[in-house]
């Protein structure tokens, strides 16, 4: 079974994450990647990736903005059902977007091959962001998301190409 999670859906800037995953063996210590430490989500990504199948979609901010969020999905779901066709598909949450996939709520707590997704999507996003890293929105720190250290670099500097206009347009100048 492949396993498909994301990261970054609710951020304001960066790009939505799907990763897809099918384990070739059993690693001990997986889990939803947020309940995990940053340093343990390092170390198990690593191993995921010499372990297993996998597949890590990006869909950048300005496809959302220009598509819209459910969208994306379409876009990266589509990529992943391409990329494994002929295996089974498990996605986190209770929508498949119209895609035809297997979904399963809460399934990155319960199935290795979820979990293993779950991580391989935040890490790689979680890089990705940080070295984006600048000194007027200090991504490094918040990955994108709305925190209030975010939104108030985007009322003191406006938005930056990375930020999802459709998100964050109300706290910018």
């Not at 876009?75 to 949450?93: N, P, R, S, T, V």
């Not at 007027?136 to 720190?141: E, F, G, I, R, T």
Request: charged share 30%; with cysteine; glycine share 6%.
């Amino acid at each position: 079974m492949i396993g498909i999670d994301e990261a970054g859906r609710g951020a304001f800037a960066g790009p939505l994450v799907l990763a897809a995953c099918k384990l070739k063996i059993n690693i001990n210590e997986l889990n939803d990647s947020k309940k995990l430490s940053a340093k343990k989500r390092e170390n198990l990504y690593e191993i995921i990736k010499q372990n297993s199948d996998y597949l890590v979609v990006f869909v950048d901010n300005e496809y959302i903005d220009l598509n819209g969020i459910r969208a994306a999905y379409q876009k990266a779901l589509g990529e992943i059902i391409e990329h494994f066709e002929k295996d089974e598909l498990l996605f986190d949450g209770n929508t498949d977007y119209g895609m035809g996939i297997k979904t399963l709520i809460n399934a990155d707590e319960i199935e290795p091959c979820v979990m293993a997704a779950s991580i391989l999507a935040k890490v790689s996003r979680d890089n990705f962001m940080a070295n984006l890293d600048d000194n007027l929105y200090d991504y490094k720190s918040h990955k994108g998301y709305g925190t209030k250290t975010h939104i108030e670099a985007i009322k003191i500097h406006g938005l930056s190409l990375l930020h999802r206009r459709s998100f964050c347009a109300k706290y910018s100048r």
